[in-house]
């Protein structure tokens, strides 16, 4: 079935530490991945994507791998601040601009 | 640039009421799309729509309808609402042609009574 799922619902990271949330997505099809921070009361927000054509893509502090054998999908925070305290969100292309997303991982940092 | 605006950002129903959320989408972007979100749950896609009309649908029941405008402009009906119909409606849209990540709204919180 549709289904993005991730392994641990919290995070509690220390601030300056680094930060790496992980993600299981069901279809091997998918060829676009996304990974999307989503603040309390606020509508998700892009962090940054993949192609399936890709290994491993890098941000302003943050990366993404992609697993394709095993179909994982992580996330990496470099020097986590407080305001990445957040719900992450992986999501995978199932069409066009139809996301399936997963449950979400709580990001705690602790001062 | 607005980005994409959602209104309105709450609303309390009736069990069996209608109710019509509406989402401009972020200039220059042609396609709207539509997500239910449950309190602590992930966003699920209910449909999408482009050229006014509606290319793809989740598992959503008929009593979700929805509608895109000439102007990319896009509205979302449901109807005979139940109390599982209480959660965050986000609209999110997206330029077919350029492939530009989706960009999302800050919801309507829909509260069913």
């Known amino acids: 079935g549709e289904s993005v799922g991730l392994h641990l619902p919290t995070l509690s990271v220390q601030e300056g530490d680094n930060s790496i949330i992980n993600c299981a997505y069901s279809n091997s099809a998918s060829d676009y991945f996304i990974w999307y921070k989503q603040e309390s009361g606020k509508g998700p927000q892009f962090i940054i994507d993949i192609r399936s054509n890709m290994d491993k893509r890098q941000g302003q502090r943050v990366t993404v791998l992609l697993n394709k054998t095993v179909k994982h999908l992580s996330l990496q925070i470099a020097a986590t601040q407080p305001g990445d305290s957040a719900v992450y969100f992986c999501?995978?292309?199932?069409?066009?601009?139809?996301?399936?997303f997963g449950t979400g991982t709580r990001l705690k940092v602790l001062a | 640039d607005a980005g994409v605006t959602q209104s309105p950002t709450h609303l309390i129903k009736t069990r069996g009421q209608q109710v019509t959320l509406r989402c401009s989408p972020k200039?220059?972007?042609?396609?709207v799309s539509w997500y239910q979100q449950a309190l602590g749950q992930g966003p699920q896609f209910i449909f999408q729509y482009y050229e006014e009309e509606e290319r793809q649908r989740g598992n959503f029941p008929d009593r979700f309808s929805g509608h895109q405008f000439p102007n990319y402009s896009s509205e979302l009906n449901v109807n005979a609402l139940l109390l599982g119909d209480s959660a965050l409606y986000l609209c999110?849209?997206?330029?077919?042609?350029?492939?530009?990540?989706?960009?999302f709204g800050q919801g309507t919180r829909l509260t069913v009574v």
């Open positions: 999110a849209s997206s330029n077919r042609g350029l492939g530009t990540e989706a960009f």
């Open positions: 999501a995978e292309n199932w069409g066009t601009y139809k996301y399936i």
């Open positions: 200039s220059g972007h042609d396609t």
